[in-house]
């Protein structure tokens, strides 16, 4: 249930609160005055687009905030999905900035516009004159026969089933198609992957062989040096090491004079260690150096090897080439085993549609059982409102099995159509082409009414929907709003008396040109300015003595 609607900067009104109450509200007002301008308001929190043209102020944003009381609506796991913070009392709220830039909260927490539009729709029904044509629509007309049928839990099964079943389709269809390809290819991959196998790169290092086959290629010089460093450090009669040695004794004969020596005299024993250390290494190293142009044209090969491998395949490392490797050798398992997967995946998929099949026909059993109540109920309702002589038919056909999804759709297999007339002895065909504006208003009135009977719908919005009706006509309209908004909170924009005077609570929209601006406010009426707002509606702006008391008998005081 909508209680607040908070609307600032948003064109002709500044700011503006409206707390509305349960059952029906009606709002009443001059053409113009700013009824639509509040329902376009609210039409921006529950996730339309806005333009900025439409500011009071350019120079300001425009701020929307609905306060809705939600607790008997099952909406936790909507809120859980879209990881929302869940309360009872549910804020939506909507900012947009003069460039056209939005944001929208749900409780404080940001969201997308599709989020917010999602929600919105489970909260709240705008129905205008101009919505009348969405009874023609199939999705509407199929919704409304499963609002009656009552089987929403079989209907998520169905949805859910399908979505998995279309998936696998698709999944099945790319199998094909890679399958297709990976055969077409296939003496080219196993010619890759022969090569690269056959290299058997696996436990080879590159730049372990690049270092060695710089060592053997560089033998001779390498060893010619090394004997040279160690004559130096350690066979010559001046070798670095005497020479050390010989300074170690220097300074042992002076370290009792100064601790400065002492220390100096550990230092330099301590490079006499490191430095016969470094001999020895470089007298191994010599010794393990050797010419072998036998291993180095092994390596050398090697080495010629990864790198046209790389230079092939436009790769950079061994690892690289043993990914490519891995890759190829799916490609083949795919040309060679993919019909496997293909036949595999076929039955499960016509499994799937067989459980599918199944549970659409129980759809259909549920929605042909609930034709002749919804037929009986419409046409009841619109004798009430004077159209006694009209015909409501529901046709239930089968979708076509040449489709690719084999006549299986989102909402099972049945496709509905509504077949009118409003007058007797005249075909029944499409409702746009038979029925007026003000009876299609009266007979999305019924349809409306009839699912509110059946599902829960928080809030319902009629935005002059008893266009083209007048008299007693509008008074039945009246009941059955009145009858309507005892299961769900109803909104009403009317221009009829007879109706206004129906509501448990009655708004008064105006137009304040006391200022150089123009500002659209409203008011809740009490009790004597309902009696003469529905006299005004009744004979104009100076009402008379017998309009008063018109308007009375109508409030019923």
Do not use: W
């Amino acid at each position: 249930m909508l209680q607040k609607l908070s609307i600032s900067n948003y064109a002709l009104i500044d700011n503006l609160e409206i707390s509305f109450d349960g059952g029906l509200n009606i709002l009443t007002g001059e053409t113009g005055a700013g009824k639509s301008i509040i329902l376009g308001a609210l039409s921006l929190i529950l996730g339309q687009r806005a333009e900025g043209r439409y500011f009071f102020n350019q120079q300001k944003k425009c701020v929307i905030e609905g306060s809705f009381k939600i607790g008997a609506f099952h909406l936790k796991n909507f809120f859980t999905d879209n990881d929302l913070d869940y309360e009872g009392e549910t804020v939506l709220r909507r900012e947009i900035s003069a460039d056209g830039k939005s944001r929208a909260f749900v409780n404080d927490t940001p969201v997308n516009l599709t989020v917010l539009k999602a929600l919105g729709e489970k909260l709240i029904d705008i129905h205008s004159q101009h919505a009348t044509l969405e009874i023609n629509d199939p999705e509407f007309q199929l919704l409304v026969v499963d609002a009656v049928a009552k089987h929403d839990d079989l209907l998520g099964d169905y949805r859910s089933k399908f979505r998995a079943y279309r998936k696998s389709i698709s999944t099945l269809q790319k199998l094909i198609t890679d399958s297709d390809k990976a055969k077409a290819d296939l003496d080219y991959f196993q010619f890759q992957f022969d090569e690269l196998e056959k290299a058997n790169l696996a436990n080879d290092n590159q730049e372990e062989l690049e270092l060695e086959l710089n060592t053997l290629n560089n033998a001779e010089e390498i060893k010619r040096n090394l004997a040279g460093a160690h004559y130096l450090m350690h066979e010559g009669e001046t070798s670095a090491i005497i020479q050390l040695r010989e300074a170690v004794h220097q300074l042992s004969a002076i370290e009792k004079f100064n601790p400065q020596f002492a220390e100096l005299h550990r230092r330099l024993n301590s490079v006499i260690i490191e430095a016969r250390d470094i001999a020895t290494e470089i007298e191994t190293i010599e010794d393990r150096t050797q010419t072998n142009e036998v291993r180095a044209e092994e390596v050398n090969n090697r080495l010629s090897l990864i790198y046209n491998l790389q230079k092939k395949h436009r790769l950079n490392t061994i690892a690289e080439l043993l990914d490519l490797q891995n890759e190829l050798s799916d490609k083949i398992q795919q040309a060679v085993f993919g019909d496997e997967a293909i036949e595999k995946l076929k039955l499960q998929i016509a499994a799937a549609k067989k459980e599918l099949e199944e549970i659409a026909e129980q759809l259909s059993a549920n929605r042909k059982k609930t034709i002749p109540e919804i037929e009986n109920q419409v046409m009841t309702t619109l004798a009430e409102m004077g159209m006694t002589s009209a015909i409501l038919k529901l046709e239930i056909a089968a979708a076509g099995r040449n489709s690719p999804l084999g006549g299986l759709g989102d909402n099972g297999i049945d496709e509905v159509k509504f077949l009118f007339t409003a007058n007797k002895g005249h075909t029944l065909s499409e409702m746009s082409k038979v029925a007026s504006g003000g009876e299609l208003s009266r007979l999305m009135l019924s349809i409306k009414s009839l699912i509110a009977q059946n599902t829960a719908l928080p809030t319902i919005i009629f935005d002059e929907i008893d266009t083209g009706v007048s008299g007693e006509v509008a008074n039945k309209v009246g009941q059955i709003m009145e009858r309507l908004a005892q299961n769900l909170q109803v909104i009403t924009i009317t221009h009829l008396p007879q109706i206004a005077s129906k509501g448990n609570s009655h708004y008064f929209v105006y137009k304040d040109e006391e200022t150089d601006s123009t500002y659209t406010r409203i008011k809740q009426l009490n009790k004597q300015e309902r009696i003469l707002e529905i006299a005004k509606m009744l004979s104009g702006d100076k009402p008379g003595e017998s309009a008063l008391q018109n308007a009375k008998e109508l409030l019923g005081s």
